[in-house]
């Protein structure tokens, strides 16, 4: 099996920008999504396949690939931005799995 | 947009199973696969597995191999997902998902399975 490693916490200034990594072996030939998750809520996909960003989601959530190291990026953070992050990638056998997740806590 | 309605919360002893449903909503039912996705209180989300709800066909976290089985009903566009042997380690939330071209794109709302003696 595989793992994918984030960093437990990110703290941000409101406007400022947040950056949150994803790193595993297996992220240099599979892609990465990327989940939101708030108290009490199921979580909502906001970046998949490394980049790409659904319809509604707001242009300040980027994702960006670098070998096996994913990053997660919110420009401008606003307060709700304040939540749980993961990122999910899959091995070639079909198995998919998430980080451990980021809390994003905005100052 | 699709939706995903589950079932009510449970509670179960030591032992026992447990099987959640999900039903989705509108003709796409067998268009999609549907994962489960597990999320202890304070804790990360875990993945469990997937089903084609068109052919049957399914793939288990090898952690759950052996005491997780997911079926459908295509008829009434509902999956299950039933987990045996349960423990306390298995009280959490249990989570459907559908798999789109852009992850998981619909969720259900979370069924709180509880496991007490």
């Known amino acids: 099996s595989f793992e994918l490693t984030q960093p437990p916490s990110v703290s941000v200034s409101p406007g400022q920008t947040a950056r949150i990594t994803c790193s595993g072996d297996?992220?240099?030939?599979?892609?990465v999504y990327w989940y939101q998750q708030k108290p009490g809520q199921a979580p909502v996909v906001v970046i998949y396949k490394d980049t790409e960003r659904p319809s509604g989601i707001p242009e300040r959530f980027s994702g960006s690939s670098s070998g096996t190291t994913v990053t997660l990026t919110i420009s401008g953070v606003q307060a709700e931005d304040e939540a749980d992050y993961y990122c999910q990638s899959s091995d070639s056998s079909g198995t998919w799995v998430f980080g451990g997740g980021t809390k994003v806590t905005v100052l | 947009q699709v939706q995903l309605v589950q079932s009510g919360a449970e509670v179960k002893k030591p032992g026992a199973s447990v099987k959640v449903s999900c039903k989705t909503s509108g003709n796409t039912f067998t268009n999609y696969e549907i994962n489960w996705v597990r999320q202890a209180t304070g804790q990360g989300l875990e993945w469990m597995g997937w089903m084609n709800p068109n052919s049957g066909n399914t793939g288990y976290a090898k952690k759950f191999q052996g005491r997780v089985t997911m079926t459908r009903s295509p008829s009434i566009t509902t999956a299950y997902m039933e987990l045996s042997s349960l423990s306390s380690e298995d009280t959490a939330v249990y989570y459907c998902?559908?798999?789109?071209?852009?992850?998981?794109?619909?969720w259900g709302q979370g069924t709180l399975v509880t496991v007490s003696s």
């Open positions: 998902a559908r798999s789109g071209n852009s992850g998981y794109d619909s």
């Open positions: 297996a992220l240099a030939m599979q892609f």
